[in-house]
């Protein structure tokens, strides 16, 4: 059982940077693939970034590439997103995933575990 809780959301304005955490328990959160989603008003949860178990291997969709890293702190049990060159389209809940996987998981059906979410608003 692993608990996921984001923290990091806020408002910025279009060019900004947003750092988004995500805190997991347990002590084999290194044995879990890590995810972020994010799902906008009237639209359905899309994927956005995983991070294999040991952080050898990233996947982004197209959408945010260039623009955003996904990283974990194994001894922290942490999964970040930094957003930098963030855009009004990139406006939505982000949500943080984790499940059992030998390799990166980008379906949204693959993740067992999930956070609450955390909200993101960029202006123009």
């Known amino acids: 059982q692993v608990q996921l809780v984001e923290s990091g959301g806020g408002m910025v304005q279009a060019g900004g940077s947003l750092r988004l955490s995500c805190a997991a328990s347990?002590?084999?959160?290194?044995?879990?693939?890590a995810g972020w989603f994010r799902q906008a008003p009237g639209k359905e949860r899309e994927f956005v970034a995983t991070i294999s178990r040991r952080a050898v291997s990233t996947y982004y969709a197209d959408s945010v590439k260039g623009r955003f890293t996904i990283s974990r702190d194994i001894v922290q049990n942490t999964v970040y997103l930094q957003m930098n060159s963030l855009k009004p389209e990139d406006t939505a809940v982000y949500y943080c995933?984790?499940?059992?996987?030998?390799?990166?998981?980008?379906?949204?059906?693959?993740?067992?575990?999930w956070g609450q979410g955390t909200q993101v608003t960029v202006s123009s």
């Open positions: 995933a984790a499940t059992l996987s030998p390799r990166p998981v980008v379906a949204t059906a693959e993740y067992a575990y």
């Open positions: 347990g002590r084999t959160f290194d044995s879990y693939v």
